[in-house]
């Protein structure tokens, strides 16, 4: 990928099978995967192109129960989505904004960031998720099935009408 950032984005998820589940009492609902863990590590942290920046886009849940490893890693920015912060709540975290199409539009439009952006991932969580899913910029989802059935909380909305599977 080269050239300037393009408008769209990608979603990252991991949900079970069984019942769609994707998050139970503020984390997931089965147990640790260290494989999966390190997948998305990867596949959200890594740009493309040497010298460009992954945004994270995180509803402030799912960031409060972020890692630190998550939260600190070089080549990526954090975004977080909250009615209620107005300011970053750590330095961790580059800006703040109140739905998830006001992050978008500044991303599309600042020119600080028009030629650094490689890839920006949507992370949850629930509202965000369905947000992204029925929105026109989101490119691809990145699905991990968890198999079977976890009691949970949150779940994933309805995908599968919208998106042609295209590898596995
Ligand atoms: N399986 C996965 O791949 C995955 C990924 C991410 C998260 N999760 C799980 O999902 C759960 C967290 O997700 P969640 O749905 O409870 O919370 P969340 O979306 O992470 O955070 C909810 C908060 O984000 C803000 N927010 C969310 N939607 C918004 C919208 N449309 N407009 C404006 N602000 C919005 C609000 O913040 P304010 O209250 O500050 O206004 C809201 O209270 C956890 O259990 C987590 O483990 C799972």
Not at 17 to 43: E, K, Q, V
Request: net charge negative; charged share 20%.
């Amino acid at each position: 990928m080269t050239g300037a950032y393009d408008g769209t984005f990608n979603i990252c998820v991991a949900m079970c099978d069984g019942n769609r589940g994707i998050g139970l009492a503020g984390h997931h609902p089965w147990p640790s995967l260290p494989s999966d863990f390190r997948y998305y590590m990867t596949l959200t942290g890594t740009p493309n192109e040497k010298g460009k920046v992954s945004v994270n886009i995180k509803g402030r849940v799912t960031w409060e129960g972020s890692s630190e490893l998550e939260r600190h890693r070089p080549g990526v920015i954090n975004i977080l989505i909250s009615r209620k912060l107005k300011e970053p709540p750590d330095e961790a975290v580059e800006s703040v904004f109140p739905t998830l199409q006001d992050a978008v539009d500044y991303l599309s439009t600042s020119a600080a960031f028009l030629s650094m952006i490689d890839t920006v991932w949507i992370m949850g969580g629930e509202d965000i998720y369905r947000e992204a899913i029925n929105h026109p910029a989101c490119k691809r989802i990145y699905l991990t099935r968890i198999y079977g059935s976890f009691p949970s909380d949150r779940f994933l909305a309805g995908f599968e009408n919208k998106f042609q599977q295209i590898d596995q």
